[in-house]
Structure formats: C-alpha cells, structure tokens
C-alpha cells in the first residue's frame, strides 16, 4: 500500500491542504497520508526524525502556496534559507532520497523557478507539478490520485525470483538467438555485407521501464550494443538525471537491425515488430517509454490508441494508459535522444518528460 507524505507550511496553505487531505481519503486509508510530523521526543534529532518519516513514505506532496517562497521569520530571513526549516528538510530528503516528490500548487501559485530554491531544492523545479484549481478542486485531487496510483503498480514491482530471472534471460537469448539467424530479414543482406551485428537490446530482465528507440546507427552495429553512439551519452545522462543507470532498464529500437543513414522503412518496421513484441512480453514492463516519432508511432498503432494519429510535438510527456496481455502499462512518448544533438535548447524539455518517468521508478 502506498504511503503519501504532505509537506507544507501552515501560514502558508493550511487551508488548502486541510481540503487536499479529505479529497486523497476518497482514494486512500487515512492511515496511509502523513501530514504533520508529531512528538518529536525532547532530546532528539529533528533532522533525523524528518528524514525517518520521509523515508518511509513513497510520494512526498509539496503543497506550495502564495507565501511558500518569500514567508519569512522573525528576523525577517526566509524561512526557505535556512537550513533547519521543517519545509526545506522533509523536501531536500525525499529528493536526495529519490522519492517521488510531486509539487502541488494551490491558490493559483506559479511553480518557482530553480534560481529561486536553496541548492538542496533546486531538483523540485524540475519536477513536474499539480495545480489544484478553486473550481476544480475535487477534479484536481482525483487526477492526482490517479497518478499516485499509477506509480503504485510500479512501487509494487517486487524484485523477481531467480528461477524468474533466468526464465526471462533465457527467453530473451532465444530472441538474440532468432534475430541473428533471420535471414529473411530486408536487412540481413545489408548486415551480412558489412559485418554489422543485429542489435536486440540490453538491461535489466525484468525492468519496469522499457525503452524503444529508432534504429541501431553505425556504432551500435558494429559493437552489437544499444544506444553506445553519442545519442546513448544523452540517454545516459537524461536516465542519470532520474537516479537510474542502464542496468535498471531496458533499451531497445524498433528496427533491431541498422539500416543505414536513413529512418526505417513501414516494412522494415513490420518485420521486426514480433521481435520487440516478443521483449515486451517477457520482460512486462509498467511502462514503454518511446524515443521519438517512429517508436511512438509503432507503439500507439500496436496498441491501437486513439493517439496515434497525434503528433509527438504534442503528444510528448504524456502517460497514456493502455492494456496489455499481462495487465495495464503506460506509454510514454519522449523525444529522441538525438534530438538534442541537433538542438541544445531541447535539453531541458527532454529533461522534464524524463521527469514523469519518476512515478514508476
Ligand atoms: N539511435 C537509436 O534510436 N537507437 C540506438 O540504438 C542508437 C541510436
């Protein structure tokens, strides 16, 4: 069961979070929401007591209000500045601690900008944030339940068993084992000539994020590895930027052979499409995270959502649900890697759509 800790500053947005917490009960046991830390013993560590009940939730909610940023103390130094704040601690915790931290923002606040946080905060800018609307209060809360809610079937992906994991790393040699010897393949002759290696895909057997690029480029091909071209660097450092490495995921492409400079072809992408549907069904991902335009578009044809018509400049950073024969996942469209090769400016878009990738972390 998922446990929520609501962080907030009384003078700040008692009210609002007052209503906050009876809309979550419609969703959730009380006893599963936090809200004030009581009883901190005479004697004891504040900090350390903070971080103890951090730790032991699973969603941090940072209602921010009017106040959140400027409020001051007696001394009229900022509340935020100063590093025994209650506010500050719980949420620079649950950051560093990797939780899923997510910004509330009530009473028409705008999100603060990382240049206006302390250093520890700056990561909360870049988290993606709820507002809750007067009007649509109870409409806000249920759509954020929902999220939390679906990070929860990714919280509740216990680590597998070893006669799982085997069973899993055995089919998906099987799948290496196929693609090599498919000679029937529009690329095999393309591969035969130049020496190139099919490239299936690499990580964790049993990942809960599955990621599905375009094609292997030249690099890949000839060392047999996944995204290990200068588009693999931005993809380390975007997986870095959410606390993850290659090994907790799996990246793989949508043609699983390298076709030369060029964007795969609707029949090469069909060839190969049982290939990645045969990834998909041993490893059960929560979610597939697309990188761009063709792998979105395979994806929402193959689940045949209504997005499929939509284009990836607006469709991107969304969690579009979707049933699977071994329950419900979420597709998320990114942009390519490789985008932000071409264009530096789209670093910080890449970035934030990598963001929502934290509730299934
Ligand atoms: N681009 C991709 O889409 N996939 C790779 O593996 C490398 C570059």
Redesign the pocket.
């Known amino acids: 069961m998922i446990r929520i800790f609501i962080n907030y500053r009384r003078q700040d947005s008692e009210g609002y979070v007052g209503r906050l917490y009876d809309h979550l009960l419609r969703h959730f046991e009380a006893d599963r929401i936090f809200m004030d830390v009581d009883n901190i013993p005479p004697g004891a560590d504040f900090v350390q007591v903070l971080e103890e009940a951090v730790s032991n939730c699973d969603v941090l909610l940072a209602a921010i209000g009017p106040q959140w940023l400027t409020v001051t103390d007696n001394a009229n130094n900022r509340r935020l500045d100063n590093d025994h704040d209650f506010v500050r601690i719980e949420i620079a915790s649950a950051l560093r601690m990797n939780k899923l931290v997510i910004p509330v923002l009530v009473g028409a606040t705008r999100m603060p900008s990382a240049a206006e946080l302390p250093e520890d905060l700056r990561p909360l800018a870049r988290r993606h944030a709820v507002s809750l609307s007067h009007k649509g209060f109870a409409y806000d809360v249920d759509k954020l339940a929902e999220t939390i809610k679906s990070a929860k079937s990714a919280l509740g992906k216990t680590r597998p068993d070893s006669e799982t994991l085997r069973r899993k790393e055995a089919a998906l040699k099987q799948v290496r084992d196929d693609l090599v010897r498919a000679s029937e393949s529009p690329l095999y002759p393309f591969r035969i000539e130049n020496r190139y290696f099919p490239?299936v895909g690499e990580g964790n057997p049993d990942a809960s994020i599955i990621f599905i690029?375009?094609?292997?480029?030249k690099?890949?091909a000839t060392t047999g590895k996944?995204?290990?071209?200068p588009?693999?660097d931005v993809l380390d450092e975007m997986l870095a930027a959410i606390g993850l490495k290659r090994a907790d995921v799996y990246?793989t492409?949508?043609l699983l052979d390298h076709p030369g400079k060029r964007d795969p072809s609707p029949e090469e992408i069909s060839f190969y499409a049982p290939f990645v549907d045969r990834l998909i069904d041993i490893i059960q991902p929560a979610v597939i995270a697309t990188?761009?335009r063709f792998?979105m578009e395979y994806m929402f044809k193959r689940l045949n959502l209504p997005e499929q018509r939509g284009k990836i400049s607006v469709q991107h950073g969304k969690l579009v649900k979707a049933q699977l024969s071994y329950g419900e996942i979420h597709v998320v469209p990114l942009y390519?890697?490789?985008s932000v090769l071409y264009t530096p400016g789209q670093k910080d878009l890449l970035r934030q759509d990598f963001e929502k990738l934290r509730l299934f972390i």
């Open positions: 490239v690029g375009e094609s292997p480029g690099t890949e996944v995204f290990v071209g588009s693999g990246l492409n949508v990188l761009g792998a390519h890697p490789a």
